[in-house]
């Protein structure tokens, strides 16, 4: 090594540059799709009810109606953090994360068969995740720790609301929100410790909850626990699973647009290995 490349060497930041970063994803995206089936379903279940403790945390500061509406906005969104961090921290398999395997798959490293069929177990397995998470929290009453059950108010408003989206909007917003999401899952890659890859995530994460994006496995949570609470309260909210599934459906397509395209696509072009 010349003492020029010692010397760049020196002072380089501890993180891979973007180019080593999109090599990287690419290899992890071949280890996902070659991971056992069970390892793969055990840890996308894992992911849903990591999600779900975001979810969880989101409610509790948008319950508090004494808070300001934007600083419940960007808190909330903070607060959010914590289920990515589990996801990216503890290991375990997202399926908005997953459709960064797209840059492998069109490096011809991973079949599109292959890619497909992992997007579908890690969907399944993330909702029945969420689905564990529902009951978890509606049992253990959290919906009445604060007075007059704001929180459970709360999440009948955000699962009526998400599902009363006009179609476009519901639409752009997953764009939006995993175009955030993937960023902050492309940045962790990059980062060596557990401070460079907690700061990657914190901001894009926070980004879009406060610009109210619309996550599909955040979804699988808050969605049906606001339709739980809604019929323990009398069902006086127009919340129905047609809707549920019509606000994952979309939204999930959304969130592959944002993913595929405006992260994955993008950085591979910019970064693909040409022969």
């Given at each position: 090594?010349?003492?020029?490349?010692?010397?760049?060497?020196?002072?380089?930041?501890?993180?891979?540059?973007?180019?080593?970063n999109?090599?990287?994803?690419?290899?992890?995206?071949?280890?996902?799709?070659?991971m056992?089936?069970?390892?793969?379903?055990?840890?996308?279940?894992l992911?849903?009810?990591?999600?779900?403790?975001?979810?969880?945390?989101?409610a509790?500061?948008?319950?508090?109606?004494t808070?300001?509406?934007?600083v419940?906005?960007?808190?909330g969104?903070?607060?959010?953090?914590?289920g990515?961090?589990?996801?990216?921290l503890?290991?375990a398999?997202?399926?908005?994360?997953?459709?960064?395997?797209?840059?492998?798959?069109?490096?011809?490293k991973?079949?599109?068969?292959?890619?497909?069929?992992?997007?579908?177990?890690?969907?399944i397995?993330?909702?029945?995740?969420?689905?564990?998470?529902?009951?978890?929290?509606?049992?253990?009453?959290?919906?009445?720790?604060?007075?007059d059950?704001?929180?459970?108010?709360?999440?009948?408003?955000?699962?009526a609301?998400?599902?009363a989206?006009?179609?476009?909007?519901?639409?752009?917003?997953?764009?939006?929100?995993?175009?955030?999401?993937?960023?902050?899952?492309?940045?962790?890659?990059?980062?060596?410790?557990?401070?460079?890859?907690?700061?990657?995530i914190?901001?894009?994460i926070?980004?879009?909850?406060?610009?109210?994006?619309?996550?599909?496995?955040?979804?699988?949570?808050?969605?049906?626990?606001g339709?739980?609470?809604?019929?323990?309260?009398?069902?006086?909210?127009a919340?129905?699973?047609?809707?549920?599934?019509?606000?994952?459906?979309?939204?999930?397509?959304?969130?592959?647009?944002g993913?595929?395209?405006?992260?994955?696509l993008f950085?591979w072009a910019a970064?693909?290995?040409?022969a």
């Open positions: 090594m010349s003492l020029e490349d010692k010397e760049i060497a020196a002072v380089r930041p501890d993180v891979l540059t973007p180019a080593e999109a090599a990287k994803l690419e290899t992890i995206g071949v280890n996902k799709v070659n056992p089936l069970t390892r793969s379903i055990i840890l996308g279940i992911a849903g009810m990591f999600i779900a403790m975001g979810g969880m945390m989101l509790l500061i948008l319950g508090d109606a808070l300001p509406i934007a419940r906005r960007i808190v969104g903070l607060v959010f953090c914590i990515l961090v589990l996801v990216l503890s290991g398999e997202l399926f908005t994360g997953n459709n960064l395997i797209i840059n492998a798959t069109m490096s011809k991973v079949k599109w068969s292959a890619y497909i069929k992992n997007l579908i177990i890690i969907w397995a993330n909702l029945v995740g969420s689905l564990i998470a529902v009951a978890i929290i509606y049992f253990s009453n959290f919906g009445a720790l604060y007075p059950n704001a929180i459970a108010n709360t999440f009948i408003s955000l699962a609301s998400k599902v989206l006009p179609p476009v909007t519901m639409f752009f917003k997953a764009i939006l929100c995993n175009f955030l999401v993937c960023l902050a899952v492309w940045m962790s890659f990059s980062g060596r410790t557990f401070v460079d890859k907690f700061f990657a914190i901001f894009p926070t980004a879009f909850v406060a610009a109210g994006g619309e996550h599909c496995v955040a979804n699988m949570f808050l969605i049906p626990l339709f739980v609470y809604n019929l323990a309260a009398g069902g006086a909210a919340i129905d699973i047609a809707g549920i599934a019509y606000n994952l459906g979309l939204v999930t397509l959304g969130n592959m647009v993913g595929i395209v405006f992260v994955g950085y970064f693909r290995k040409k």
